[in-house]
């Protein structure tokens, strides 16, 4: 669907310089009439999936009026406009882009379609505004497969799918489609399948489409590692397997930056004994290669 307001004015547009966007009068343009507005894009921390706009756009702040550039303070940091105060961590950084009129530009829908319209006018289409952009030149995201969490699919554009918090497969109806999931591994020890977005917000490691989550981790095998201490300043190291399936292997454990040992694996237990130390050290398995489990140990 066209919409049949009036192009943006000529002297408002993007302007692209160290990746920052801004927004200004051209040398001899005649003023619009009408209110002008502080321009800002928004760096949101927290609830991006709250917002319903991108990132890094620059929008018209209605309650901030202005006359020029100099009256839009440069940086502002506070709780994102676009979501309730309660949500704690919810925060945003905005930039100044410029001081200009609020103009018509493209807002896509979520069915693809586009409308020209003001800021206001596209919040209350429920569309996606693009600044600078108007329908006769620019394309909107088409609706194809959303993939959730919890692998279900629903066909939506791009910009509306991301902030449902689903991952976009251009292109690509549900009908047919599988959503992608794989082993993905928290703590280097526990797995589970989850989609990419899953995992990426359990600050997981994401080891690819279809991967089974069987010894997938690089701590998966491994139970516990101990490690204490006599009198005599030996430090008694026990790395504790959770079957025997890493019988016979070779793992490596440091103690300090400067020592390491090799130990051989028997049944479900590897140990070893390092002599003569003093004082605190830090005990670590360092190979299976990847698995980072620590322990302190005291010496007298």
Not at 63 to 77: E, G, L, T
Not at 218 to 234: F, M, Y
Request: contains cysteine; glycine residues 8%; proline residues 5%.
């Amino acid at each position: 669907m066209r919409g049949t307001t009036p192009r943006a004015p000529a002297w408002l547009f993007p302007l692209t310089i160290a990746s920052t966007l801004l927004v200004a009068n051209a040398p001899g343009q005649e003023a619009e009439t009408g209110q002008t507005f502080c321009w800002y894009s928004q760096k949101v921390k927290g609830c991006r999936e709250s917002c319903p706009f991108s990132d890094f756009r620059c929008e018209p702040q209605r309650d901030m009026p202005c006359v020029s550039h100099a009256d839009c303070q440069p940086k502002i940091k506070k709780r994102s406009a676009c979501v309730t105060p309660s949500i704690k961590g919810c925060k945003a950084t905005m930039k100044r882009c410029g001081c200009g009129f609020e103009t018509f530009n493209a807002c896509c829908m979520s069915d693809g379609s586009c409308s020209d319209t003001d800021l206001a006018g596209c919040a209350d289409l429920g569309g996606v505004y693009n600044l600078g952009e108007t329908c006769d030149t620019f394309t909107c995201s088409q609706p194809a497969a959303c993939c959730f969490d919890d692998l279900t699919c629903s066909e939506m554009a791009q910009p509306f799918c991301e902030n449902a918090g689903g991952a976009y497969h251009e292109g690509e109806a549900c009908e047919g489609f599988r959503c992608p999931r794989g082993a993905c591994c928290v703590n280097d020890a526990t797995c589970e399948v989850l989609t990419p977005h899953a995992c990426d917000a359990s600050d997981g490691d994401y080891l690819g489409d279809d991967v089974s989550c069987r010894n997938a981790c690089p701590c998966a095998r491994v139970k516990e590692l101990k490690a204490s201490c006599t009198g005599d300043g030996t430090v008694r190291i026990a790395v504790k397997f959770k079957n025997e399936g890493s019988h016979g292997e070779l793992i490596t454990v440091a103690v300090g930056e400067r020592l390491q040992a090799e130990i051989r694996v028997r049944g479900r237990l590897a140990r070893h004994d390092l002599c003569c130390l003093t004082g605190d050290h830090l005990v670590r398995l360092i190979d299976p290669e990847g698995c980072e489990i620590e322990t302190v140990v005291s010496c007298p």
